[in-house]
């Protein structure tokens, strides 16, 4: 069930739950709630905040194979006197218990893995000329994992990813970013490199990218990192 609400000018919500029973040996009870608030403060200043959470819940034998809760809340500033600069702040808590299926990661092999995290990021983009933007990305998350092979491990990771958007026309677009990542405490390890990308415009408001990855991370901190990320890749971007 999904219920929402819209006022048009500064409030938007949407909660949903959903309720799913596994017949299959074990038996399983599933529970997802998702939740949505955006509040626009000024024409410049908006708020928005997002709760998910699940549980998957074994009835016979008694266990808890998986359990998540996501909590996001971000600002954006959008000034609609100078549109040449945006920028976006979000702050988020994970707590996550996957099973080996969810993670495979160098450090976590085939291992139960329960994680606490917080992750805070900032995205800063400039128009310089009307051909050429530059967007920069900053983001620290600061996580505790627990597995059933090992004790508690600490991690901490910084993120630092410098765009060019090209453009080249109206319609097209060309991008070259340079990404580095740092991975500190249980980690000591720093890895960088290079994307390359060309979009076009497909509607007013859609865009459709494709290009090439040459780092193996993910820019998401949020998610696990299996560092398996290299290679090609296709982007669609909207915006309202």
């Known amino acids: 069930g999904t219920l929402g609400y819209m006022d048009h000018k500064k409030i938007r919500a949407k909660t949903g739950l959903e309720l799913r029973r596994d017949q299959d040996v074990p038996k399983l009870w599933q529970i997802v709630s998702r939740n949505y ?20 819940r074994m009835i016979d034998p008694g266990d808890t194979p998986a359990d998540f809760m996501e909590f996001d809340a971000g600002f954006s500033y959008r000034p609609v006197d100078n549109d040449k600069f945006n920028a976006l702040f979000r702050y988020s808590y994970l707590h996550d218990i996957g099973n080996e299926i969810q993670f495979d990661s160098d450090l976590f092999l085939d291992a139960e893995i329960r994680e606490t995290a917080h992750v805070v990021e900032t995205d800063f983009a400039y ?32 993120l630092w990813a410098h765009r060019f958007n090209f453009h080249v026309t109206r319609k097209w677009d060309v991008a070259a970013e340079y990404r580095v ?46 560092f398996h990320s290299h290679g090609p890749f296709v982007r669609l971007t909207g915006k309202f």
């Open 127 to 158: 128009d310089l000329h009307r051909y050429l933007g530059i967007v920069e990305k900053l983001a620290l998350k600061m996580s505790k994992m627990d597995t059933n092979v090992s004790n508690s491990v600490t991690l901490s990771s910084f």
């Open 37 to 56: 608030l955006e509040y626009q403060l000024t024409p410049d200043w908006g708020v928005a905040t997002k709760l998910d959470y699940g549980v998957t």
């Open 181 to 226: 990542l740092l991975q500190m405490k249980a980690l000591d390890t720093i890895k960088h490199g290079a994307l390359l990308e060309v979009d076009r415009e497909l509607y007013d408001y859609v865009r459709l990218g494709m290009g090439y990855d040459f780092t193996d991370f993910n820019d998401d901190l949020r998610k696990p990192n299996n």
